[in-house]
């Protein structure tokens, strides 16, 4: 056939890489087409795709303090811990720059004094490696869960250079298991947890580093993070390739004995440049979860961007005055000043790993569920865009189902009952191909008859084919048969691409706990232009993920939210005074 070279892709069965002879291809020229043509004649081949070069962003972005700001230390400090970093951790407790700030923190130290730090969970860095010689980082570091896809090899040390372009892994990796009371930097959200890091932004990137990448060690680690994803340029329309969505799905139908890992994923900075993360492709998935961004203040981010798939939100750094996320740097250093929602994930991870450790029966979708029901509304109520669903859960665009509330969320954990197995239900648009203009708005109505199949919703995908000449000037929304209507897609003035939608996957959490019968409605606009502006919206399918029955935590009525769940009560201040206690898999905590 004219191959000089084949290797199986690590993580997949009966799946190769072929490199044609020289010979054969003496350069890429239409001779190239030759070869995919024997290809497709040969009937032992199922499959076959050219890997072409992916544009992968990290999820921060750099930070240059004015000379006129002085960042000072947290108005409040203890001794919880003894590491040096420790009191710029506010986003782990009540430490606050001024007395005026609200009191927001992720409830991470009642659990701690519950005797759960992570111990025991696995949690895998998909980034561009891990100094995992670092003081603070070492006693944490799984091998076993590490690989460099870059170089083929079991080593993920980032490559060094003068401007530490390769820390984003080491910093993520710091604030998910950085070592506890050793006197170096911060301590990590889940600190006896182990860290291994999968190293695939320090060269080329295609589906088959990626899909290697997510499917790596998926019978060991628990817990996937990644911070990084198509470009944040208000422009790209692109996910996850044939080989890295077969790994996501593997590694939820399979990984953790058949509970499945869990996919945590950065919203993206994208929100400067009007960009939505339904955009991404890795975001509008039900294999992972979204997680944005909140600042100090409790604020939307100026960088963060809003879309119906973010399912919760954890603290990083927003307005200058704002503090950032502390942890490890390269050449065993430390840092105050990881940013972006690239600190998001992996505080999520983090808090993640501690559930995980006091019930380790959770399946991935019981983590999701654990999310919606424990995520909190009051530390951002104050801003826009927050509605209730006809489940009763208050959803936002920009904050998904509110703060995660590592107490909350660990509480419930322990006394959880197991989500039936997902159940999903397609249901197509009978009628096809609506002409669309400025100015004009479509309406596809599709009809759902769900009792027998999704009692109780999950994720709702839209798969929309649309054809238009400046991708960028449309809008889309979603109406459940409830009434619940969410924006799936903004207008993003730099997207002047022709190519429109092609079967492209939206996908919204908002309608989460919602009964599917009835009609929904996906609303197309153009309400930007120009005026000559003219398409066909082709085709529309719903994909209604759910439980075939109501899940055992919904049976009992609607979610009752704690708006002041962050302010330690009588009961907690003699608790936390008191020795650590455990009893069995029940926290010890009121």
């Known amino acids: ?59 921060d972005y750099g930070f240059k303090t004015p000379h006129r700001f002085h960042k000072g230390r ?29 009191k927001l923190d992720l409830n991470v130290l009642p659990v701690y004094k519950a005797g759960i730090t992570g111990k025991g969970v696995r949690i895998s860095i998909l980034d561009d490696g891990i100094e ?22 079991y080593d993920p040390l980032p490559r060094y250079d003068s401007k530490k372009r390769n820390s984003h892994g080491t910093r993520c990796a710091g604030e998910v298991a950085m070592v506890a009371n050793n006197n170096k930097c911060g301590i990590g ?16 990137v295609n589906d088959r580093i990626e899909g290697t990448a997510l499917g790596f060690a998926h019978h ?54 009007g960009d939505n993360c339904n955009c991404d492709g890795y975001l509008a998935s039900p294999y992972t979860i979204t997680i944005g961004s909140a600042s100090q203040r409790g604020e939307f981010p100026w960088y963060g961007e809003p879309c119906a798939s973010i399912l919760a939100v954890t ?20 840092t105050i000043k990881h940013t972006g929602t690239s600190a998001s994930a992996p505080l999520a991870a983090g808090i993640i790993a501690l559930a995980l450790e006091a019930n380790p029966s959770l399946s991935w979708r019981d983590v999701q569920h654990l999310i919606v029901w424990s995520s909190e509304v009051s530390p951002v109520a104050d801003n826009p865009g927050w509605q209730k669903n006809a489940a009763g859960l208050w959803f936002n665009t920009r904050f998904g189902y509110g703060l995660m509330n590592a107490f909350g969320l660990v509480n419930l954990a322990t006394n959880w009952t197991t989500v039936s197995p997902k159940a999903v239900l397609i249901v197509p648009s009978a009628t096809k191909n609506f002409k669309i203009g ?9 009809i759902s008859k769900a009792q027998r199949v999704v009692a109780s919703l999950e994720h709702v995908e839209v798969v929309a084919h649309v054809t238009y000449p400046k991708r960028g000037a449309l809008e889309m929304f979603l109406t459940s048969p409830a009434g619940t209507r969410v924006q799936i897609l903004n207008a993003r003035e730099y997207d002047t691409s022709s190519k429109g939608f092609q079967n492209w996957t939206f996908m919204s959490v908002a309608t989460w706990g919602e009964r599917p019968d009835g009609p929904w409605t996906v609303t197309v606009q153009d309400q930007v232009g120009p005026t000559t502006n003219e398409g066909f919206v082709e085709s529309i399918t719903l994909k209604l993920h759910g439980t075939p029955e109501i899940p055992v935590h919904m049976q009992n009525g609607e979610r009752i939210y704690d708006h002041n769940y962050n302010r330690l009560r009588k009961s907690f201040e003699n608790l936390l005074n008191k020795e650590d206690e455990r009893n069995g898999n029940t926290l010890s905590l009121i």
């Not at 919880?80 to 782990?92: G, I």
């Not at 400025?438 to 599709?446: A, D, H, K």
């Open 1 to 59: 056939m004219g191959i000089s070279e084949t290797s199986g892709v690590k993580g997949f069965q009966d799946t190769y890489i072929f490199v044609p002879s020289p010979l054969i291809l003496p350069s890429f020229t239409k001779r190239g087409i030759e070869f995919t043509k024997r290809l497709n004649r040969d009937e032992r081949v199922l499959w076959y795709e050219t890997q072409k070069p992916k544009v992968r962003q990290k999820r």
């Open 74 to 102: 947290p108005f409040t400090l203890d001794n919880t811990f003894n590491d040096e970093l420790w009191p710029h951790q506010w986003y782990m407790r009540d430490t606050r720059l001024y007395p005026s700030l609200p």
């Open 132 to 153: 995992y010689t670092h003081d603070d980082i070492s006693d944490n570091y799984d091998s076993e869960i590490s690989y460099d896809c870059n170089e083929e090899d």
């Open 189 to 204: 959200i889940a600190f006896n947890a182990k860290v291994g890091g999968v190293k695939l932004l320090d060269g080329v």
């Open 220 to 273: 060991l680690v628990d817990i996937y993070s990644a911070s990084w994803g198509p470009n944040d340029d208000g422009k790209t329309v692109d996910g996850p390739g044939t080989l890295a969505q077969e790994a996501l799905k593997r590694g939820t139908d399979e990984g953790r004995g058949g509970k499945g890992c869990v996919y945590v994923w950065a919203s993206g900075n994208g929100g400067d440049r």
């Open 315 to 334: 603290y990083s750094s927003g307005a200058y005055k704002d503090q950032m996320i502390a942890t490890t740097d390269l050449y065993n250093q430390c």
């Open 438 to 446: 400025y100015g004009n708005t479509v309406e596809v109505q599709l």
